[in-house]
């Protein structure tokens, strides 16, 4: 049985609500929110063929009930939880009374969107018309609990179409993205380009041979993944060993180094939670960066029923990677009992539990514990089957290892190198699926060019006790933001950040903020770029599935944000008469899923997106 969420009939209501007590039914049947999956996940093809079966919806679903819990029980498709309920309600007669009171207020909310949603002929006309239908959504009993911050101007007359607590801090999520990338186009421009670069002591001999180590220095290049070459995920590594093998090179007597000593500080953003950092999303930043420093993971049911679960890894076995199973195939029509456990800084992922025998199979997307090792035994290999060998082992220096003795590249010679493509086309890879790894690679990156240019100093809050000490890269990059919104114009009182992705529950911002940001990139010159990579309501990125068939459709470009209980859009789109606006809207503070937050924050900008009239 699958349930469609959008068409939730009473009894369905009724059966749910028996069940769970809740006065929220839409997105009952999802563990949790697919939205919130999506900001956090890259959208990209298959890494390469071993991985062909990765189903990128299978896996939103089933990371979703993975995601905090390391030992929670789930389902292969969404509609199992109703089943579920409709037991529970068989055996819960004596509550049907009262829940049936809940379902009449659910079902409202079930219609909530048709309510608000713009049919032909009912667009607003008038600013007051506008702020009416706003103002109706907003007044919602199913938001009585949230906070909900909202701001629209017209970018062509400054006017000020709505606003409701406008000025109030609250919790981005991934808008947090926006002032991130903007601030790296302004500073860096959008044809900045990362380079990743082999050093050696020594030239190699007429023979080939390279005296001394082979160091591969790296600048924290987000390009070095599948999702940059159409889900090749060793493409990118094949390019730099087949140039290090294009300059001579046949074997290094000395040692593969891996050198990430760029990027300074600790590998993870400021304040994020424990249970983020084993998934894809809360990946380590490593200035030595491979496939989003993240693996894929393969577990399918035995062949028979007793038997061990097949795990497997891609887009390839690594040495320094290992997979503990502890799993079992029990029989046809059973429930699913998986887990999937990394200990903080460990390499050895722990899968446990059972999967039937007609399961189609879990996919889940790993972070890696010093990815910087990962990057180095994958170009190892590449190098290998590239005729190149190496004598000595495999090293990592970080900013640790190299406090007391950093490495000079001016006193070495630069075998081969690899550039990115320009910051624009990365840009988009990072707005439009929400990559919050991408984000921190720009936030350091920025940092460090910026301190490298001795445009930044040590540090600019004199309260802080990183007075007169050196400042993390991540906490430059934040200094070189903070500048930036200053030229911009914007209130500083109205942004908080301690980290560039949003992933951080610590980062606030006002409505006002992300307003003020969006119009000062409209008049700047990286104007194209900025909006080129926001996702595009209802064809791609996190906004791919979203205000289809409305006014919206390819109209609004806005960046999405979703944190347990958050929920945000801030954008641009030109109204039915041709004029320009631009919004901000932040939910925060609603427990519920995020279909609920979604369905009034659409709501509102389908309404500016159909708005007939003139600012």
């Known amino acids: 049985m699958k349930l469609n969420k959008e068409r939730v009939s009473p009894l369905i209501c009724f059966l749910l609500l028996c069940s769970f007590g809740s006065g929220v039914v839409v ?86 969107s048709a309510m608000a949603r713009v049919v032909p002929g009912n667009a607003p006309q008038t600013v007051e018309d506008l702020r009416a239908r706003i103002r109706q959504i907003l007044s919602n009993p199913q938001l009585a609990p949230a906070f909900v911050g909202v701001k629209a101007v017209s970018l062509d007359t ?60 790296g600048r924290g290049d987000p390009s070095i993944a599948a999702s940059f070459n159409d889900g090749d995920s060793t493409k990118a590594i094949d390019e730099l060993a087949e140039r290090i093998a294009a300059a001579g090179v046949r074997r290094v ?23 983020d950092l084993q998934w894809y999303y809360g990946a380590e930043v490593s200035a030595l960066t491979v496939n989003d420093n993240s693996i894929d993971l393969f577990v399918k049911p035995g062949v028979s029923v007793g038997s061990t679960c097949a795990i497997t890894m891609g887009p390839a076995a690594l040495p320094h990677i290992t997979i503990s199973n502890r799993t079992t195939t029990t029989p046809r029509g059973t429930r699913r009992e998986l887990s999937v456990y990394r200990a903080l800084g460990e390499n050895t992922i722990e899968v446990g539990g059972s999967l039937p025998l007609d399961d189609r199979g879990y996919t889940g997307e790993i972070a890696v514990a010093r990815p910087a090792q990962m990057f180095i035994d ?39 190198r690899r550039q990115s493509p320009p910051l624009s086309f990365i840009a988009a890879k990072t707005l439009k699926p929400s990559q919050n790894l991408y984000t921190e690679l720009i936030l350091r990156s920025l940092g460090e060019q910026q301190r490298r240019l001795s445009i930044i100093p040590a540090s600019t809050d004199a309260r802080s006790p990183q007075t007169n000490a050196k400042l993390t890269s991540a906490e430059a990059g934040i200094e070189v933001v903070k500048t930036f919104l200053r030229n911009a114009g914007a209130n500083a009182a109205g942004i908080v950040m301690v980290d560039g992705s949003g992933l951080s529950r610590h980062d606030f911002v006002t409505a006002n903020a992300s307003v003020e ?99």
């Open 158 to 217: 400054g006017r000020t179409l709505f606003e409701e607590n406008a000025g109030k801090l609250l919790v981005p999520a991934s808008n947090m993205k926006m002032y991130t990338v903007a601030a790296a186009l302004d500073r860096l421009t959008p044809e900045y380009r990362w380079t990743t670069s082999v050093y050696a002591a020594n030239r190699p001999d007429a023979s080939g041979i390279l005296r001394g180590d082979l160091i591969v220095y």
């Open 378 to 416: 994958l170009l190892r290999a590449s190098l290998l089957r590239h005729g190149v060998t190496i004598a000595g082992q495999s090293r990592i220096f970080d900013a640790r290892a190299r406090r007391d003795a950093p490495l000079d590249t001016s006193r070495l010679i630069e075998i081969a």
């Open 253 to 275: 007597e000395g040692a593969l180094v891996g050198d990430e000593s760029y990027f300074t500080g600790p590998p993870f953003g400021a304040s994020w939670e424990w249970d």
């Open 517 to 615: 940001l969006l119009t000062y990139i409209s008049q700047r010159p990286y104007s194209s770029a900025f909006r080129d990579a926001l996702p595009i309501a209802g064809v791609d990125g996190t906004l791919a599935n979203r205000m289809k068939g409305t006014a919206a459709t390819g109209n609004v470009r806005a960046k999405t944000g979703t944190v347990e209980a958050v929920s945000s859009l801030s954008g641009y789109a030109t109204s039915a008469a041709g004029e320009r606006l631009v919004f901000s809207i932040m939910v925060n503070n609603y427990p519920g899923g995020a279909d609920i937050r979604r369905t009034y924050i659409d709501a509102i900008a389908e309404l500016l997106a159909s708005f007939s009239g003139k600012s």
């Open 27 to 112: 997105n009952v049947c999802a563990q949790q929110s697919q939205e919130q999956q999506r900001e956090r996940r890259v959208i990209y093809t298959t890494r390469n063929a071993s991985a062909s079966l990765y189903d990128a919806s299978a896996c939103q679903r089933n990371a979703s009930a993975f995601r905090y819990n390391a030992f929670a029980s789930t389902r292969d498709t969404p509609a199992s939880p109703c089943d579920a309920s409709a037991t529970a309600y068989n055996a819960s007669a004596s509550t049907r009374n009262t829940s049936a009171i809940k379902c009449n207020a659910s079902a409202m909310a079930c219609d909530a």
